[in-house]
């Protein structure tokens, strides 16, 4: 598992208007939208989302590889990610967790100069394959060098300075986050086939 601190509460909704309700009568830290949304466009909600509340993620979950955009991805104003659902909670928990590095990045580096790890991929199917892989095995690598007896505060400050991980889906935003983040970069994976 990739060992979330706390177990993150979902709230369900049948429609993109009733969406934007909740959304006004509580406070949110991320949005999950079906692609196959029946009463707006996704671009249309995703605008809604972030003029109601900028800076809120907005995630798109395609639940078959027959849906995957057509379009590209830049294409869904409003839109932070879109993401494969493969019939696994791992692609959840890796949202959440790129979700919470790219809030977080900037703030960790500047305290105890954690590293980055760059991953350039535009294929919805790969990234959402690949990711919840990659936080695995960095969670376990994380977790495996917490020293033993220590309490959980302590517990949770060794997990945080874990390497952060950073998507791009383009090599002009992957060349931004280069030069964002070179001094911390401890790698770069690529398949070198990805959109310009």
């Not at 429609?15 to 949110?28: D, M, P, V």
């Not at 493969?86 to 790129?98: E, R, T």
Request: aromatic share 8%; hydrophobic share 45%; proline share 5%.
């Amino acid at each position: 598992l990739l060992h979330l601190q706390n177990v993150p509460q979902i709230t369900t909704v049948t429609s993109g208007q009733e969406a934007l309700k909740t959304l006004q009568r509580e406070k949110y830290d991320l949005v999950l939208v079906s692609s196959n949304l029946t009463d707006m466009t996704i671009s249309e909600f995703g605008q809604a989302v972030k003029t109601a509340m900028p800076g809120l993620p907005v995630v798109m979950l395609i639940f078959a590889l027959g849906g995957l955009p057509a379009v590209p991805i830049a294409a869904y104003t409003g839109v932070d990610y879109i993401f494969s659902w493969q019939g696994s909670a791992k692609v959840l928990l890796s949202i959440i967790k790129l979700v919470e590095d790219g809030l977080n990045t900037d703030r960790d580096i500047q305290i105890c100069r954690i590293g980055v790890i760059l991953i350039i991929e535009d294929s919805v199917k790969q990234y959402s394959f690949f990711l919840p892989h990659l936080y695995a095995l960095l969670m376990k690598q994380t977790f495996a060098r917490v020293p033993y007896g220590i309490d959980e505060n302590e517990r949770q400050l060794h997990t945080r300075t874990r390497p952060k991980i950073v998507l791009a889906r383009t090599f002009a935003e992957a060349k931004t986050l280069v030069e964002r983040y070179k001094p911390f970069l401890h790698g770069v994976i690529s398949d070198l086939q990805v959109a310009v």
